[in-house]
């Protein structure tokens, strides 16, 4: 069973305007992290965030975390052509667990 | 550096019969996990190694086992495929943490088709 549920399913937005996805998950955590994957090959590793922090950037991406919510966003600036992808939360659990999400599938249009 | 490695990229079974999947991780990394992605699903966690050891185990049935060498590569077997098992099998590697996953680099997966 995935512990991770991304919001929205699917998302598309046009070059340069900013996107965010949305993930809620139900247990306690060790860390969230964000991977993206192109067309079903490997994944990618974006950002992780431990329990004890709230926000992290790399780039043009922004993470935040609210354990007491049990969620965490992703935002892309600026986004790109090459950023359409599917983009997933996986939630590492304190029983070396990773459960990942289903997806947000986004499309960026030139 | 290479990357995470796999092999076969695709493979095709008929139901009952059994696989062996390949993962080689990156050099000095001694974690492994295997996810099982069905099409249009999220990765589900099948195993996790580290040093040899199973360190973790996801919500699947005995037919599915692992093993990870002494040079931390690892396979993974599934016995009596069902056509429930047509999935893309990835592979992960995790550099040295004590055993907690930090970054997890995928190789690009084994597309096994159960006819």
């Known amino acids: 069973s995935q512990q991770g549920e991304e919001d929205p399913q699917a998302l598309s937005i046009q070059e340069g305007e900013n996107a965010t996805m949305n993930c809620s998950y139900k247990t306690s955590i060790n860390n969230l992290q964000w991977y993206r994957q192109n067309s079903g090959r490997g994944l990618v590793h974006l950002i992780l965030i431990r329990s004890n922090e709230r926000e992290k950037h790399s780039g043009r991406l922004r993470v935040t975390l609210d354990t007491s919510k049990k969620s965490s966003s992703l935002l892309i600036t600026a986004s790109r052509a090459a950023d359409t992808a599917s983009y997933f939360c996986?939630?590492?659990?304190?029983?070396?667990?990773?459960?990942f999400g289903a997806g947000t599938r986004l499309t960026v249009k030139p | 550096d290479a990357g995470v490695t796999q092999s076969p990229t695709h493979l095709i079974k008929t139901r009952g019969q059994h696989v062996t999947l390949r993962c080689s991780p990156i050099s000095g990394h001694k974690s492994v996990s295997w996810y099982q992605q069905v099409l249009g699903q999220g990765p589900q966690f099948i195993f996790q190694?580290?040093?040899?050891?199973?360190?973790g185990r996801g919500n699947f049935p005995d037919r599915f086992s692992a093993r990870q060498f002494p040079n931390y590569s690892s396979e993974l077997n599934v016995n009596a495929l069902l056509l429930g098992d047509s999935a893309l099998y990835l592979c992960a590697s995790s550099p040295p943490s004590g055993g907690s996953y930090n970054e997890q680099f995928f190789g690009p997966g084994t597309r096994l088709t159960v006819l």
């Open positions: 190694y580290y040093e040899k050891e199973e360190r």
């Open positions: 996986a939630t590492e659990r304190y029983n070396n667990d990773m459960r």
